[in-house]
């Protein structure tokens, strides 16, 4: 890994870091404050009133939507938060290869004396930091600010959120990254890890009232994402991180393969 | 020793080809231009000898070292400046000497130096620079670690000629100081000004290779000759070695002379009264055009086709047509 190479990643995403990271934090803050408002009886009495079917499609036969953890993930967790990490991961998984050939850039850096493994893993590790900065982002503030709006998280419940949420973010920059060594620009990448998250969480919803969507789920990384459960119960399914662990594996492994043998200009 | 070393280098980009069957070699401390039509195969060609590319057949080195992919120490002794000079536009100039010297690892000993001489302010970002100005950050980029091999693509574009001239006296000192200049360039009159080799590329392949002093040896001339009393043009065209006769008015002729025929020429001359006499050197550029055209078979006449017809080395000038 190149020091300098981190360091210049990192300085260039700085401010789509800084942006999501905040917007994160905000995000958090404001599902916190609102859970005493909206929460307990009112919100109970708001989903007892939903047609069986929609509470069917999103998983209530699950889990509670009245609960705390119910409400986290259909209010955030659940969706927006897939949709904004979604975002930034995929953004950044695509740039790191694909968006640098397309762009030039990566002529610059690859006339210089590095190696291209050296490149590859540290866009990785810049991907690590982001997925950790995202994740702090994330389930700090719901751990700080919680207990002022009586949601009290254990500690064990903060750190299986946050290393599922990591690992789950892992294994689509897994993805974004695999794609991004194949392709020469950003474009097409980013079409298909981005295709991929949408179709996954579509399969997910279907699976709920389709036995026929159920045949995806063993693959579907949205399935395996259920913080909802985490909240409530205090367990992740160990499938869980199998999947994430081998899916964020096998595609990074597969981005430096891949990264190491194909023309990059 | 040779620094750069080519055998049978091909790389295709699916059915289209890049560059085809180039075999040349540059020795260490020359100046070698590699010249050729944009479209040629000058960039594939520096994109395989930097490890950017995979050869579709063939193989690259550079100071004996098998061209790898994966590599990175040779990229150590080279310093490269890229035909399309694309840099991070949010960052300095600055920024992009640190970048460039972190991962090299070593403190750039002649960026002071190039800064002040290419008089470039170093503080702004890529985006507000002229196109001139980001040459002029590339050249600095690629040259402030006194590289032993410098390959540079185009490295003139955009400039202004005084500092078009700051790079060739550059240019110059390295090669004094023994550094390997591995030039490519469509800009005849800048091969002419720095090389000493000239390797021209034409559709994928090498075509020819000589020094640039024979290349030069091969000059055309262009002739208006005047004459006292009217004149046919069979009176010039009949001397080997010149054609393109044209008559203007009843007393000029003009025409081209190419190769060793200026004597002959001057002795037909004096067979009449000339009341005045033009005699121009073609640029290497018109040289390296007629060299084109006779490959394309426009003038089976010429010389050089002749010459591209026989592969054959010029022992006398180290020359070779393939």
């Given at each position: 890994?190149?020091?300098?190479?981190?360091?210049?990643?990192?300085?260039?995403?700085?401010?789509?870091?800084?942006?999501?990271?905040?917007?994160?934090?905000?995000?958090?803050?404001?599902?916190?404050?609102?859970?005493?408002?909206?929460?307990?009886?009112?919100?109970?009495?708001?989903?007892?009133?939903?047609?069986?079917?929609?509470?069917?499609?999103?998983?209530?036969?699950?889990?509670?939507?009245?609960?705390?953890?119910?409400?986290?993930?259909?209010e955030y967790l659940g969706l927006m938060w897939m949709v904004i990490v979604g975002c930034a991961i995929v953004m950044y998984g695509v740039g790191s290869l694909a968006g640098d050939i397309g762009k030039g850039t990566m002529e610059l850096t690859l006339a210089q004396p590095v190696s291209r493994l050296t490149v590859v893993l540290?866009?990785?590790?810049?991907?690590?930091?982001?997925?950790?900065?995202?994740?702090?982002?994330?389930?700090?503030?719901?751990?700080?600010?919680?207990?002022?709006?009586?949601?009290?998280?254990?500690?064990?419940?903060?750190?299986?959120?946050?290393?599922?949420?990591?690992?789950?973010?892992?294994?689509?920059?897994?993805?974004?990254?695999?794609?991004?060594?194949?392709?020469?620009?950003?474009?097409?990448?980013?079409?298909?890890?981005?295709?991929?998250?949408?179709?996954?969480?579509?399969?997910?919803?279907?699976?709920?009232?389709?036995?026929?969507?159920?045949?995806?789920?063993?693959?579907?990384?949205?399935?395996?994402?259920?913080?909802?459960?985490?909240?409530?119960?205090?367990?992740?399914?160990?499938?869980?991180?199998?999947?994430?662990?081998?899916?964020?594996?096998?595609?990074?492994?597969?981005?430096?393969?891949?990264?190491?043998?194909?023309?990059?200009? | 020793?040779?620094?750069?070393?080519?055998?049978?280098?091909?790389?295709?980009?699916?059915?289209?080809?890049?560059?085809?069957?180039?075999?040349?070699?540059?020795?260490?401390?020359?100046?070698?231009?590699?010249?050729?039509?944009?479209?040629?195969?000058?960039?594939?060609?520096?994109?395989?000898?930097?490890?950017?590319?995979?050869?579709?057949?063939?193989?690259?080195?550079?100071?004996?070292?098998?061209?790898?992919?994966?590599?990175?120490?040779?990229?150590?002794?080279?310093?490269?400046?890229?035909?399309?000079?694309?840099?991070?536009?949010?960052?300095?100039?600055?920024?992009?000497?640190?970048?460039?010297?972190?991962?090299?690892?070593?403190?750039?000993?002649?960026?002071?130096?190039?800064?002040?001489?290419?008089?470039?302010?170093?503080?702004?970002?890529?985006?507000?620079?002229?196109?001139?100005?980001?040459?002029?950050?590339?050249?600095?980029?690629?040259?402030?670690?006194?590289?032993?091999?410098?390959?540079?693509?185009?490295?003139?574009?955009?400039?202004?000629?005084?500092?078009?001239?700051?790079?060739?006296?550059?240019?110059?000192?390295?090669?004094?100081?023994?550094?390997?200049?591995?030039?490519?360039?469509?800009?005849?009159?800048?091969?002419?000004?720095?090389?000493?080799?000239?390797?021209?590329?034409?559709?994928?392949?090498?075509?020819?290779?000589?020094?640039?002093?024979?290349?030069?040896?091969?000059?055309?001339?262009?002739?208006?000759?005047?004459?006292?009393?009217?004149?046919?043009?069979?009176?010039?065209?009949?001397v080997p070695g010149v054609d393109k006769v044209e008559r203007i008015g009843e007393r000029t002729l003009t025409a081209r002379a190419k190769g060793d025929v200026i004597d002959d020429v001057i002795k037909r001359l004096a067979e009449k009264t000339v009341t005045d006499v033009e005699i121009e050197l073609a640029s290497l550029e018109d040289v390296f055009l007629e060299f084109y055209r006779a490959q394309e078979g426009e003038d089976p006449s010429d010389d050089s086709a002749s010459d591209a017809?026989?592969?054959?080395?010029?022992?006398?000038?180290?020359?070779?047509?393939?």
């Open positions: 890994m190149s020091w300098t190479l981190l360091r210049a990643t990192l300085h260039q995403r700085r401010a789509s870091m800084f942006w999501f990271s905040v917007g994160l934090v905000f995000y958090s803050w404001l599902m916190v404050w609102f859970w005493p408002q909206i929460g307990g009886g009112q919100y109970a009495e708001m989903i007892e009133n939903m047609p069986p079917e929609m509470l069917a499609l999103f998983g209530g036969n699950d889990i509670s939507f009245a609960s705390m953890g119910g409400y986290f993930q259909t540290t866009r990785i590790a810049v991907l690590v930091v982001y997925v950790l900065v995202l994740a702090a982002a994330t389930f700090v503030p719901i751990q700080v600010f919680g207990p002022t709006y009586d949601v009290d998280l254990t500690a064990r419940t903060f750190w299986l959120l946050f290393a599922l949420g990591s690992l789950f973010m892992l294994a689509l920059g897994g993805i974004a990254m695999l794609a991004s060594s194949i392709f020469r620009d950003s474009g097409k990448p980013a079409g298909i890890a981005a295709g991929l998250l949408v179709m996954m969480w579509i399969l997910d919803l279907v699976s709920n009232v389709s036995e026929a969507a159920e045949l995806f789920d063993p693959v579907n990384l949205v399935g395996y994402w259920q913080p909802g459960k985490v909240i409530n119960d205090n367990v992740v399914a160990a499938e869980a991180w199998w999947v994430y662990g081998a899916v964020a594996v096998v595609g990074l492994i597969g981005a430096v393969l891949v990264f190491r043998r194909r023309d990059v200009a | 020793m040779d620094v750069i070393t080519t055998e049978g280098l091909t790389k295709y980009y699916g059915s289209t080809r890049g560059v085809e069957d180039l075999t040349m070699t540059v020795p260490e401390g020359s100046v070698y231009g590699f010249l050729g039509p944009n479209g040629a195969g000058k960039t594939t060609t520096i994109r395989c000898l930097l490890g950017m590319l995979k050869p579709t057949r063939g193989t690259a080195q550079l100071f004996g070292t098998a061209v790898n992919l994966d590599g990175s120490e040779l990229r150590r002794r080279i310093g490269y400046v890229a035909g399309e000079v694309i840099m991070f536009e949010k960052e300095t100039g600055r920024w992009h000497m640190e970048y460039v010297s972190g991962m090299r690892g070593a403190k750039p000993s002649l960026a002071d130096e190039l800064v002040e001489r290419f008089e470039f302010d170093p503080s702004k970002r890529v985006r507000e620079l002229s196109k001139g100005n980001k040459q002029k950050l590339a050249l600095i980029l690629g040259m402030m670690h006194d590289p032993e091999l410098l390959i540079l693509d185009e490295p003139t574009s955009g400039l202004d000629p005084l500092n078009q001239e700051a790079v060739y006296a550059v240019i110059d000192e390295r090669v004094a100081a023994g550094r390997t200049v591995f030039l490519s360039s469509h800009i005849l009159s800048e091969v002419e000004r720095v090389c000493e080799r000239v390797g021209i590329i034409r559709a994928g392949r090498l075509a020819a290779e000589e020094s640039v002093h024979s290349l030069l040896a091969k000059r055309l001339r262009e002739l208006e000759v005047t004459f006292a009393e009217p004149v046919e043009p069979a009176f010039l065209a009949s017809e026989t592969p054959a080395r010029d022992d006398a000038e180290g020359g070779e047509v393939r």
